[in-house]
């Protein structure tokens, strides 16, 4: 086992072998969206959520990194990349650029480093960047004993069902044989479909949150549907920082992800 295995390993719940990671690196990408305001504070609220890791940004990594200096905290992640996904940046076009090398995300403290790999932008040569760039970061990741978790996804332009399980299951293949250690991608909101996603990679895949939802049943149904289609874990944003109470909503994932081993 090396340093990248042995860092992913604390990634994952010793007995259910399942984690559940809350993300707040939006101000990459959305600015600052509703609720995410005095975000230091947002942080310290999420490590009291007792997720096993929280993903941010390289700058709020450096800023926050005092409140995951102790024993039991988070594995802070750190997002090392940036696509041109907001709303203000429509007029730029798809774009991609690498944000921060593995080894300045080592110093910064990050136990894992995520990336983006999204299918179907307009342009080729942005996805063949794209591609290279993680393919590199798989290297350099575990040059330094980091673990790189790609962000697979269907959010370029030419695709509209962002969804579909037969280009999910391409794309996460992709981003493993790229040298991706673990993947974060969309659920295809069905067990059976979303086993073939599973099924046809061979490292573990999580699933990401999405847009805030106002029904918590149906944001756990969809966490229930994962953990049966074979899913490792749960990346989620909004749907912990917004909610009304983050603690509560926590809880009740960590249940479903965890089962009997879930802390109290």
């Known amino acids: 086992m090396d340093g990248a295995e042995l860092r992913l390993g604390r990634l994952f719940d010793r007995d259910s072998g399942r984690a559940f990671i ?11 969206p509703p609720g995410a305001g005095r ?31 102790f024993r039991g905290a988070p594995v802070p992640l750190l997002r090392a990349d940036f ?6 940046l429509k007029e730029t076009g798809e774009g991609y650029r690498v944000l921060c090398t593995p080894a300045e995300a080592a110093a910064l403290g990050a136990g894992c480093v995520v990336m983006f790999l999204i299918l ?14 993680v393919a590199g970061a798989a290297r350099e990741a ?5 673990p790189l978790m790609v ?7 030419r695709i509209a069902d962002k969804r579909d399980p ?20 969309e659920y295809t909101g069905d067990p059976e479909r979303m086993a073939t996603v599973v ?11 999405g847009p805030k939802t106002d029904s918590e049943e149906a944001l756990l149904g969809a966490t229930r549907g994962a953990m049966e289609a074979g899913v490792r874990g749960v990346v989620y944003g909004r749907n912990i920082w917004q909610a009304e109470n983050p603690q509560k909503i926590s809880a009740s994932i960590r249940e479903v992800v965890h089962g009997v081993y879930a802390r109290s």
């Open 151 to 157: 962000e697979a996804t269907l959010w370029g332009s």
């Open 199 to 209: 099924e046809g990679c061979p490292v573990p895949i999580l699933t990401l949150g």
């Open 120 to 133: 179907g932008v307009e342009a080729g040569e942005v996805f063949a960047d794209n591609a290279a760039a």
């Open 83 to 88: 696509a041109f996904l907001n709303e203000h």
């Open 39 to 69: 975000p230091l504070e947002i942080v310290e609220r999420l490590i009291a959520c007792e997720p096993d890791g929280i993903l941010l940004s390289p700058g709020m990594l450096k800023k926050s990194a005092h409140l995951f200096a």
């Open 142 to 146: 575990h040059e330094v004993g980091l």
């Open 22 to 32: 809350a993300a707040f690196d939006h101000g990459l990408a959305a600015g600052v």
């Open 166 to 185: 037969e280009l999910l299951a391409f794309v996460c293949r992709l981003a493993a044989e790229l040298g991706a250690d673990a993947i974060k991608t």
